[in-house]
């Protein structure tokens, strides 16, 4: 069974909706003992990333997320909840995120380059290039998928970029490590690809939980 974080800054209509097209079970809650009780967890996120990690922290899940990921079990953070499990964020002033991979999120500069104008917000579709091997990307081609977005991920430690994306800088768009995983786009709004990659997760689950 699947979890989705509810902590008011998700899409969880989409998200709920992407499950239900890949009939796999799945639950919605604020609560923490019913939450740790998932075989996998998926954060999803809209909104500010001050805003969020704040909620999360005042709830105690930001404990509980860390908690959850030292059991071993699956998280995927969407959108951004993938921008939440890193290390800080400049958006709205530097806030410290849940640090449970390395790395900060910053904003795109939105200049002309090359003839090429890129603005802010980055929308659109992008195609994915993949950069390490990975069970999310398993009997997946490289593919497009589709970005709403105003900051992105830098990081040193490229290991944890699965895959990546072209605007102006490379951008790390799918990322892991370990049973933690990060989709920038939405898979639920990425067409065939969006949906392939997160049922590679859900499967990364029941393989977990027959453990």
């Known amino acids: 069974m699947i979890g989705i974080i509810d902590y008011g800054m998700g899409n969880l209509f989409s998200v709920s909706k992407a499950l239900e097209r890949l009939n796999v079970p799945y639950f919605i809650s604020e609560n923490k003992e019913e939450l740790l009780a998932a075989d996998a967890l998926l954060l999803p996120g809209v909104g500010a990333f001050r805003d969020a990690i704040q909620r999360l922290n005042e709830t105690g899940l930001s404990d509980m997320i860390r908690a959850y990921v030292t059991s071993g079990k699956p998280l995927l953070g969407i959108c951004l909840g993938m921008q939440l499990l890193f290390e800080e964020s400049e958006e709205g002033g530097l806030t410290t995120g849940l640090g449970i991979l390395p790395g900060k999120v910053v904003r795109f500069t939105g200049h002309t380059k090359g ?8 929308m659109g579709w992008n195609k994915l290039t993949y950069l390490h091997p990975s069970p999310i990307l398993k009997d997946i081609a490289e593919d497009y998928v589709y970005f709403v977005h105003s900051y992105h991920v830098d990081t040193d430690e490229q290991d944890v970029v699965i895959a990546e994306a072209e605007y102006d800088v490379k951008v790390p768009a ?9 989709m920038q786009f939405h898979p639920g709004k990425s067409s065939k690809l969006g949906m392939e990659l997160l049922r590679n997760f859900t499967e990364l689950a029941v393989e977990r939980s027959q453990v």
Do not use: D, F, I, T
């Open 174 to 182: 799918v990322v892991g490590r370990e049973n933690v995983y990060g």
């Open 115 to 122: 003839g090429l104008s890129y603005k802010v917000p980055h």
